[in-house]
């Protein structure tokens, strides 16, 4: 059973960078596609972006361009950088492993808080 594990939430200033962390175990980790998906307080929980095991990423349109998504086989950690955050980027973050072919998420971890304040 894959066990996934989040962490480096917490509470930012608007314009400010937070990195997140996912630590995965139970799994052959480098041959996982990766994900992050967020849930803001009353709405429906969205992606934010994938990371195939080949290192191809995928973006949300709401994150292109401030946010960036990598991995680390060698530490089985998957990571989301964010940069220039906003208040609507306030949410609840959750890593997940992916199933193939864009089937959507296997996995979820217990996710990690996420405050933007104005």
């Known amino acids: 059973q894959v066990k996934l594990v989040e962490s480096g939430g917490g509470l930012v200033q608007a314009g400010g960078s937070l990195r997140l962390s996912c630590a995965a175990s139970?799994?052959?980790?480098?041959?996982?596609?990766m994900g992050w998906y967020r849930q803001a307080p009353g709405k429906q929980r969205e992606l934010v972006a994938t990371i195939a095991s080949g290192g191809s990423t995928n973006y949300a349109d709401s994150v292109k361009g401030r946010f960036t998504i990598s991995r680390d086989n060698a530490k089985n950690t998957v990571y989301l950088q964010m940069n220039s955050l906003k208040p609507e980027d306030t949410a609840v973050y959750y890593c997940?492993?992916?199933?193939?072919?864009?089937?959507?998420?296997?996995?979820w971890g217990q996710g990690t808080q996420v405050t933007v304040s104005s």
């Open positions: 139970g799994s052959i980790f480098r041959i996982n596609d």
């Open positions: 997940t492993r992916e199933r193939r072919y864009g089937l959507g998420p296997s996995d």
